[in-house]
């Protein structure tokens, strides 16, 4: 169990690293944040995006515990639920961190614009959080009790349509043609589902109960998933891009430019595409490599972080990419400018949240 | 009545001036009793403020703006009307914004884009100010979880400071950039303090923490987390200077005479003859979003 | 007629006053509390004194404004309607559009509550602890007292005076304020190296336009005009004055056609019908092939040449081989497109020529400024609606003080320059102090409210000259460049916290008050007030040993108070010049401006010179003049007795010159002389000075030219040898400038200003900097691709004189030949926001002025440019 | 009531004459209304107004009560001071607050003449609605103001206002007159 000590070491440092963050945040607000009202989002957002995606996703396979009972994932429902919640909360930490006036997030609840997306969002993983919270307390309790079906196949639903919600809460926006895409919020609940077992391939394969004979078999088969998931994802890139490219609007094209040849390049060549995809794939058909343990649970981390790269890579290029050409120029000032990296309170405040994530 | 110089005005006379006197009373809006009732209200001749073709423009749409402040909010329809031939690229619009809504650093609600077109020697440099387009199909507010931002009466697209989460999915949604966010920060940040040599921050904060009167309230930036700080910004056509009768900052201060604000919805105002020219365009009219800021070309 | 009325008859009359459309004058009064109102809200003021009349100073243009002060603190500062600086050029067009708020305001006077409030300024007197003085070496400032810096600076001066040696103090100052008093320190203290910053400015433009039309800053009546031409002018972005851009937008609306001759695509250019780029310094070529075409075209005025110039026939010989050809080798504008454009001018009328520092700082610039002024002429324009002005100006008056006689001469050489302006030469006299070439070294120096580092041509140089000084003053409201070399900070007001008499840039007379709206925000003295304190400490007085700096100036008594002496020392100006009224009724005026009813008035040159009533002219009278020529003596009559000016009988010395070429002696009824009209036919007053010349039998008042016309061709030029001893022609002749690119040096380096700064002064204004915080180099599309260079790359910027790092801009918007920039930037001072941004222009010259005006060559620089 | 708004509408028409720029529609009504008053081209009229009402200039005749009474320490009149403040305060009293885009100055002539216009609008209101004692109250707040603040300086304005020549300011010249004899024949009416 060196590895876990080893996490959970990590884990309090970045707390403890998370704290500072977050006190820096909480008395200087927003001045210390490298965002600006050009790249108007941050890590935070890619962030919220990022840990709502796995938390849905890991909900998903709780269900084929809970609710398919399916054999195989007997007994990993709980570490799904568990992963499910606390994903959640970190993501929805991250994104209240990110509001001008934290204070008011009550404001959201009081139904004022039922039509915003964003308002959707919130209603909808409250209600998801509750019922995976609750979902967790009754199978703490007992696994059998009758409530638990009924609310896996609402938390299933949640699951679905809130992490298609998420690509729609910026797929909407036709101001930026690099979001407004035809495929774009159909691609998140697959993502979801993908980052899902991108964890459960971490939980099994890192964390799993050494003396389950089902351990090798759920690596193969969340293996398999995750191989062909990351195909679907290479498709939807493609679809993405190429769309972009072939449709030829100019933003939508310096966008998609900024990704692959832009100042993180690297970040979308290296950790989204060869890290994130090609590895895990090339690993996971290999039915040796994805039964073992240590090989399985690493291609998890890796699939987690080309989903945190790509992730930054939807939220980032559209907004590094001048609406108006002229803007460029208009005004002086750092918080006008179009090129963004996250500052040390922002990396503080998220490494302290994944920390906390860690901890449970 | 018991005057007997009464006698001496005909009927004509008096019903002539007791249409203008009534309408006087009624423009006071107090204890309107009878009287006003009583008389037909045909010869209660509308308040008309002289403004005609060749006066001087501010004059012109200053008297507009009194004559479409009498009319009920929702009966207006401001718009702005810049003219690209006489913009002089000199941003004094800007500046002026920035004093009258005490905006701070990287707050802008009217920068002015430069362009360069054609190849030397056939080029030019366009300056094209652009402040909120006030969209009738404004893509900033279906968006908003908390319709902190919203068209109000006059159509103007407002933002309630002390409702706004800070969230800032309007300022993705806007196509035209028109939305900044005020990140709490103050222009003399960052000044060593010498003590007893410089002024220093402490001194010249004083005058940037001091009130604007956005939306007629006032907000000082005084606090860390006091609205307006973590709040979306924009240009809001200067409403508390329409309030009070005055045209926008940026309308009284253009050094080109380029800014031209009114009601479009007044058939007779300059902004409508304008907006009626061949040579007009809008920013980005294929997204539907309606703007009511004119550009001539 | 009234009284014949009776109350019944008023009544009846209700009924057609009746039809009188009702405006709103009252709304109903609100309940409770009032909404907050808007920082320009003239309904918030509680008392008429939160609105304060006055001028701006952002820059030198003095636009009316005015400033909303709540709870002793500006809140806003608006435009100034009542002022006509900021509205309208011409009077007609002020009458008609004043007080429809038809003022304007560029972004620096919107910005102006930051120079207040700015948090680098400097608030106590600060003395340097560390002898050592150079660029950025850190002069160890130590607060101390006013009464220290004071009493320092006094016995300083003190000591200088009382060892003989006066006029060792050197003076520099900003024009546009206080400065009256300034001279009339140094004329009592007994210095004659008093300056000011017009030599840095335009007084190329000013000996241009004196020599041919006789006025030293005509304005253009651009409004009325239907074709402008400019030359090296961005009066749309370099504002000046608030209404400038308006009237060109205006003369635009109205069908006039606005072109425009620069190297680089000004705003101005941008807005313009059509930009002719050229080589700089070529512009006097161009107008000469323009003045060419108008006479073999005979498109010119031939009644206005006729009648109201001279020298035209000299004049047209000499341009007969001025062709477009030849103009295109010089100036790089196709000859076809200068046929076009002399063709427009001739058929566009009226049309109006103007230049301004464009070619105006380079060493050819006064007769390239005579050629472009000379087209005026050609077009019969001068004086004349939609034409060149010349205003008129009888603002406040100063009364000049009685001081001693100042033996040695002026540091900076001025009457060698032949026609060099009041200001004196900034780049002679420190030059010559570093080059040790000086007439005398100065010890002590005084610079108020000038950055003479970053603004005179030849940054190290200047610093070097400065390090010689024995004792610096500097008043500065920032701890500029200049100021770094300082022994004594003072710290200055801002224009928001003091008074100052501003006058004209419109057409007609107005004089408006500068008025502290708030108190100096440290309690600091104004400038004015400085200077007086100093000189009440050293006791100064003047030559009849009457006191001046503490007796009232009108009151003759005592007073205690700077500020009211000072403000005493307004009024007087204000009863003795101009407007005739006290200080205390130009702040009751409304917008606290006097504007002379007359307004602008047309052909002035018309004007009948009246002489006194029972005057006589005698003929076959002489004028004893002394030996020299220059001063007048007396008269001598047909009878042979020679006569005072008073009547008196005159001794007439035996070297005295007599001239008995005049044509008329004119006495006044009681027999003393009046004047006289020599034998050219030109009015002279009994000082000798140019009233008007005869025609038809009448005096007319003509131009302030020598001859009283317009001047093709300048008997005074040829008169004259320039400062290095060179004959002046008589022709406004194609010189070429004195440094040109070669292989080592192959680019032009020019520069400009824009609406964003002024000078070098506004560049801790973080407004103004966030719409231009860096002056990045102008570069050619064609000459970055020769050298490899891309937009934003950094690069070298390097002449023979200086190097430094820049970014480039790659524009289409620029002769290929020439790279160019906004001046101003480059501080390693002045405060923590302009420090360090973009690059000093100046540091790449020579420190050197024009040999005829003795303006200062920002603009004859050429450099090489590569990456870095 | 006839007499009330007869005198509200002469009051209006004599508060635009002085407060706002002449435009053909005014014109027309001062030929109908001034006896002997001959019409003048707009432009000049224009900038008569200008010189004459708006100022500055030597021809200006401030329309502003404090600058003819306010006696003031350095014997130079001023504007604003107590007076002024006190017709601020009855116009308040009164309901009514001066509307955006008007002298700020409370004590400016058009404004005092609308208010007296407001006076008797009231008046003739609470005549029409058979309230006889707040008739009575809006009629001597109408005698107070003439008294204490319209008429006290109203000559001496109409003085400085005649003192000028030429054909556009005889229009203002006859204007002042007019206005002066009625103003007068106010007074007298109300004791």
């Known amino acids: 169990m060196t590895l876990k000590r080893t996490l959970y070491a990590l884990a309090a440092l970045a707390l403890l690293f998370g704290v500072w963050g977050v006190l820096v945040r909480l008395t200087t607000g927003h001045e210390n944040a490298a965002y600006g009202s050009y790249v108007v989002w941050g890590l935070w957002v890619a962030m919220y995006l990022f840990f709502v995606g796995i938390s849905a996703g890991a909900f998903m396979f709780a269900t084929f515990d809970y609710l398919f009972n399916i054999p195989l994932f007997k007994g990993t429902g709980r570490a799904a639920l568990w992963g499910a919640l606390v994903t959640l909360a970190a993501g929805l930490l991250s994104i209240w961190f990110d509001l001008g006036h934290m204070e008011r997030i009550w404001e959201v609840y009081l139904f004022r614009n039922p039509f915003s997306v964003m308002a959707q969002m919130v209603w909808g993983y409250t209600l998801f959080g509750a019922i995976a919270l609750v979902s967790l307390i009754l199978v703490i309790q007992s696994e059998k009790s009758a409530w638990l079906k009924p609310l896996m196949i609402v938390g299933l639903f949640l699951s679905v349509f809130l992490s298609g919600g998420v690509g729609a809460l910026i797929g909407v926006q036709a101001a930026r043609p690099y979001w407004h895409i035809g495929l774009f919020p159909a691609q998140f609940p697959v993502f979801s589902l993908a980052s899902g077992a991108g964890l459960m391939l971490v939980v099994v394969g890192l964390f799993g109960a050494t003396d389950d004979a089902r351990r090798p078999q759920q690596l193969w088969v969340l293996g398999l998933t995750t191989v062909v998931l990351q195909l679907v994802k290479i498709y939807f890139l493609w679809a993405d891009f190429s769309q972009s490219l072939y449709g030829g609007i100019p933003m939508n094209v310096a966008a998609v430019n900024e990704v692959m040849f832009g100042t993180y390049w690297w970040a979308f060549w290296i950790l989204q595409i060869g890290l994130g995809t090609i590895v895990p794939l090339v690993v996971l058909v290999q039915p040796k490599l994805a039964k073992h343990n240590g090989w399985a649970g690493w291609m998890g981390v890796l699939v987690l972080v080309g989903f945190a790269v790509a992730r930054a890579n939807i939220v980032f290029p559209a907004l590094t990419v001048p609406e108006l050409e002229a803007l460029r120029t208009a005004f002086n000032d750092p918080r006008l400018g179009y090129s963004y990296f996250p500052s040390l309170m922002e990396w503080a405040v998220t490494l302290g949240i994944v920390g906390l994530a860690n901890t449970p | 009545m018991s005057n007997p110089a009464t006698a001496t005005v005909d009927r004509r006379t008096f019903l002539k001036s007791a249409g203008a006197a009534v309408a006087f009373v009624t423009a006071l809006n107090t204890e309107p009793g009878r009287a006003v009732a009583a008389v037909d209200d045909r010869l209660a001749a509308p308040p008309s403020v002289e403004a005609k073709k060749g006066s001087d423009t501010l004059l012109r749409m200053q008297a507009e703006l009194q004559r479409a402040l009498q009319k009920k909010p929702g009966e207006r329809r401001w718009v702005m009307v810049i003219d690209l031939r006489k913009c002089v690229g000199c941003s004094a619009c800007t500046i002026s914004c920035v004093a009258e809504n005490k905006l701070p650093p990287g707050v802008v609600y009217r920068p002015v884009m430069e362009q360069e077109i054609g190849t030397y020697p056939n080029v030019t440099r366009t300056f094209l100010p652009k402040p909120c387009m006030q969209c009738d199909n404004p893509p900033c507010v279906p968006v908003c979880p908390v319709e902190a931002t919203y068209k109000d009466e006059n159509g103007v697209v407002v933002i309630d400071y002390d409702q706004c989460i800070g969230c800032r999915y309007c300022v993705t949604a806007c196509p035209y950039a028109a939305r900044t966010f005020d990140f709490g920060a103050t222009y003399t940040r960052g000044t060593a303090e010498a003590e007893g040599v410089i002024v220093g921050q402490a001194t010249a904060d004083n005058y940037e923490r001091a009130a604007n009167f956005e939306y007629r309230e006032a907000y000082a930036r005084a606090g860390r987390d006091e609205s307006p700080i973590g709040n979306v910004r924009k240009c809001h056509f200067c409403l508390h200077r329409l309030a009070e009768g005055m045209l926008p900052a940026c309308t009284t201060t253009c050094i080109g005479r380029a800014t031209f604000f009114g009601d479009a919805n007044d058939t007779d105002s300059l902004v409508s003859e304008l907006v009626a020219s061949p040579n007009v365009m809008r920013l980005k009219e294929d997204l539907g979003t309606e703007p009511r800021v004119y550009y001539l070309t | ?540 007085k003047d030559a009849d040993d009457k006191d001046f700096f503490t007796v009232g100036r009108i009151s003759g008594q005592p007073v205690d108070s700077t500020q009211a002496w000072y403000e005493e020392y307004l009024s007087e100006q204000l009863l003795k010049g101009g407007p005739k009224i006290s200080l205390d009724d130009l702040k009751a005026l409304p917008g606290a401006v006097w504007i002379d009813p007359k307004g602008t008035r047309y052909e002035k040159f018309k004007d009948e010179v009246h002489l006194p009533d029972g005057a006589q002219t005698k003929t076959g009278y002489a004028i004893v003049k002394s030996a020299d020529g220059k001063t007048i003596l007396g008269f001598k009559d047909d009878r042979g007795a020679a006569h005072k000016p008073d009547g008196s009988a005159l001794d007439v010395p035996a070297d005295a010159k007599m001239d008995d070429k005049v044509q008329q002696i004119i006495l006044d009824k009681d027999g003393k002389l009046w004047g006289y009209v020599d034998a050219k036919g030109i009015l002279k007053g009994a000082d000798g000075s140019e009233k008007g010349f005869r025609r038809d039998g009448k005096f007319l008042k003509g131009w302030s030219t020598p001859s009283r016309l317009i001047e093709f061709t300048s008997a005074q030029a040829a008169a004259r040898k320039d400062r290095n001893g060179n004959a002046i022609d008589a022709q406004p002749v194609y010189t070429p400038r004195d440094w040109f690119p070669n292989a080592d040096f192959p680019l032009y380096l020019i520069n400009w200003k824009e609406s964003s700064h002024t000078h070098s002064r506004t560049f801790n204004n973080p407004w103004l900097i966030e719409l231009m915080g860096w002056n990045r180099l102008a570069i050619n599309s064609v000459t970055a691709a020769r050298l490899g260079l891309k937009d934003g790359d950094e690069i070298w910027v390097e002449s023979p004189y200086g190097k430094a790092k820049a970014l480039a801009r790659v524009t289409q918007g620029i002769h290929p030949e020439v790279v160019g920039w906004q001046h101003g930037f480059g501080h390693w001072g002045l405060g923590h926001i302009a420090k360090g941004k973009g690059t000093a222009d100046g540091s790449f010259n020579k420190t050197i002025s024009d040999p005829i005006s003795g303006m200062a060559l920002h603009k004859e620089v050429c450099v090489k440019v590569y990456r870095v | 009531m006839e007499t009330s708004l007869a005198r509200a509408s002469l009051y209006n028409f004599l508060a635009a004459a002085f407060g706002d720029p002449p435009t053909p529609q005014m014109m027309e009504a001062w030929v109908k209304t001034v006896p002997g008053l001959r019409p003048a081209p707009l432009d000049e009229m224009s900038q008569a107004y200008t010189r004459l009402l708006v100022g500055p200039g030597a021809d200006y005749a401030p329309p502003y009560a404090s600058l003819y009474l306010n006696p003031s320490s350095n014997g130079k009149p001023q504007l604003w001071g107590a007076a002024a403040a006190a017709v601020e305060a009855l116009y308040g009293e009164a309901g009514v607050e001066i509307a955006p885009g008007q002298p700020r100055v409370p004590d400016h002539l058009a404004l005092e003449l609308q208010f007296m216009q407001h006076l008797c609008a009231r008046e003739a209101d609470a005549e029409v609605r058979g309230d006889s004692a707040q008739a009575v109250e809006w009629r001597e707040r109408q005698r107070a103001f003439l008294r204490d603040h319209l008429w006290p300086w109203l000559p001496q304005f109409v003085a400085r206002l005649s003192n000028t020549q030429d054909e556009a300011r005889a229009v203002y010249r006859a204007l002042a007159a007019f206005m002066l004899a009625f103003v007068q024949s106010e007074v007298a009416d109300h004791g």
């Open chain 3, 1 to 540: 007629m009234t009284t014949t009325f009776t109350r019944r008859d008023f009544l009846k009359l209700a009924g057609a006053a009746g039809a009188v459309a009702l405006g709103t004058r009252f709304v109903a009064a609100k309940n409770g509390r009032a909404a907050a109102p808007s920082l320009a809200s003239r309904a918030a003021g509680q008392t008429a004194g939160n609105w304060i009349a006055t001028a701006c100073n952002m820059c030198g243009g003095q636009t009316g404004v005015l400033v909303r002060v709540d709870e002793g603190r500006v809140a806003k500062i608006e435009p100034n309607p009542d002022n006509p600086i900021g509205v309208a050029n011409v009077s007609t067009d002020f009458w008609r559009w004043k007080n429809t708020d038809g003022a304007a305001m560029c972004p620096k006077g919107n910005a102006g509550p930051m120079a207040l409030y700015d948090p680098d300024r400097v608030k106590t007197p600060l003395k340097r602890t560390n002898p050592e003085k150079g660029k950025g070496v850190d002069p160890g400032w130590a607060a101390i007292s006013w009464d220290e810096a004071l009493n320092t600076i006094a016995a300083k001066l003190r000591d200088l005076r009382d060892a003989g040696e006066a006029h060792k103090l050197v003076w520099f100052s900003e024009d546009h304020s206080f400065v009256d008093i300034q001279k009339d320190f140094t004329e009592l203290y007994g210095t004659p190296n008093y300056h000011n910053h017009s030599n840095l400015c335009d007084v190329a433009r000013k000996a241009s336009f004196k020599l041919v039309v006789g006025d030293e800053r005509p304005l253009g009546d651009f409004a009325n005009a239907r074709h402008i031409l400019l030359f090296g002018w961005n009066p749309l972005s370099a504002t000046k004055w608030s209404h400038l851009p308006r009237i060109f937008t205006r003369a635009i609306e109205n069908g006039a056609k606005l072109v425009v001759v620069d190297p680089y695509l000004s705003q101005t250019a941008a807005r313009a019908h059509e930009w002719i780029p050229l080589r700089p310094a070529t512009d006097g070529a161009l107008a000469l092939a323009l003045a060419h075409l108008l006479i073999k075209w005979n498109l010119y005025d031939q009644e206005f040449v006729n009648n109201w110039t001279t020298g035209f026939d000299d004049f047209a010989a000499f341009v007969a081989d001025k062709t477009p050809e030849w103009a295109e080798q010089i100036t790089d504008v196709p000859a076809a497109t200068i046929r076009r454009m002399a063709r427009d001018m001739a058929n566009l009328r009226p049309a109006v020529v103007d230049v301004w520092s464009g070619p105006g700082q380079h060493s050819n610039a006064v007769q390239g400024g005579r050629a472009i002024a000379i087209l005026n002429a050609l077009l019969g324009n001068v004086d004349r609606p939609g034409g060149l002005i010349n205003p008129e100006r009888k603002g406040p008056a100063r009364q000049k003080p009685h001081g001693p006689k100042i033996a040695q001469p002026r540091l900076d050489n001025l009457n060698l320059y032949p026609f060099g302006h009041g200001s004196g030469v900034y780049t002679e006299v420190l030059q010559s102090i570093v080059d040790g070439t000086a007439a005398y070294m100065p010890k002590i120096g005084m610079v108020i409210f000038q950055n003479l580092v970053l603004s005179v041509p030849g940054t190290d140089n200047v610093i070097e000259a400065l390090k010689k000084l024995e004792f610096l003053v500097v008043v500065d409201t920032m701890l500029s460049e200049t100021a770094e070399m300082a022994d004594i900070v003072i710290p200055g007001t801002t224009y928001l916290e003091r008074y100052d008499l501003t006058t004209n840039w419109v057409t007609w007379t107005s004089v408006s008050l500068r008025q502290p709206a708030v108190e100096p925000i440290f309690g600091q003295l104004p400038e004015y007030e400085f200077v007086v304190e100093v000189a009440r400490r050293m006791g100064l």
